[in-house]
């Protein structure tokens, strides 16, 4: 359990040009307990949260004289896995360990792929959510076959790839980055 709270300046992004960027740093700071700090205002800035239920920081950065103000919203987990979390491997979602995707300190997150999300959710989660995909009668795929196409998909493989898995399922390969991106969103 992390005690004591350690601020940092916000992550550069990449969506940002440098002026901006500055800015963005400038106004706002980033905690190992998933808070956020306003140098404007010198206060814990409030955040909401995203339809999909993630905590959200809004901000606009750059000037509308200049042309160049820009609305940002970005995940807060996100900028704590980036400040707070090492990532050698490069990879590219942040884990809520416990699935609770308000739960923003740095202890419950960690970096992973697509890939070991699935897994994570799929070995730890109690949820029926799950379950009841492979049980509607309108399901193309079998519990199974769910679990061959998170477990094997790699990016533009020959044998596991989106094509690959739609030739063997005999459905188009749009269903299966479908059934791929339903998984990614729920894991967001």
Not at 103 to 108: A, G, I, L, S
Not at 130 to 154: M, V
Request: with cysteine; hydrophobic share 30%; charged share 30%.
């Amino acid at each position: 359990m992390t005690c004591v709270e350690e601020w940092k300046p916000m992550p550069r992004l990449d969506k940002l040009s440098d002026e901006q960027n500055d800015e963005w740093i400038n106004k706002y700071q980033i905690s190992n307990h998933g808070r956020v700090w306003s140098n404007a205002t010198n206060m814990i800035r409030s955040c909401s949260n995203s339809k999909d239920g993630y905590v959200i920081i809004t901000a606009a950065v750059g000037s509308k004289s200049k042309g160049n103000l820009k609305s940002i919203n970005q995940r807060v987990h996100r900028m704590v896995g980036m400040q707070f979390i090492d990532n050698p491997e490069n990879k590219p979602q942040i884990n809520h360990i416990n699935f609770i995707k308000t739960d923003n300190r740095v202890e419950n997150l960690e970096w992973c792929t697509l890939q070991e999300n699935i897994k994570h959710y799929r070995e730890t989660s109690n949820d029926e959510h799950l379950k009841s995909k492979w049980e509607s009668p309108y399901s193309r795929f079998t519990e199974e076959q769910y679990k061959y196409i998170w477990d094997n998909y790699k990016e533009k493989h020959k044998e596991f790839g989106a094509r690959a898995l739609a030739r063997k399922f005999g459905v188009h390969h749009c269903t299966i980055l479908k059934v791929l991106k339903e998984k990614e969103n729920e894991l967001r």
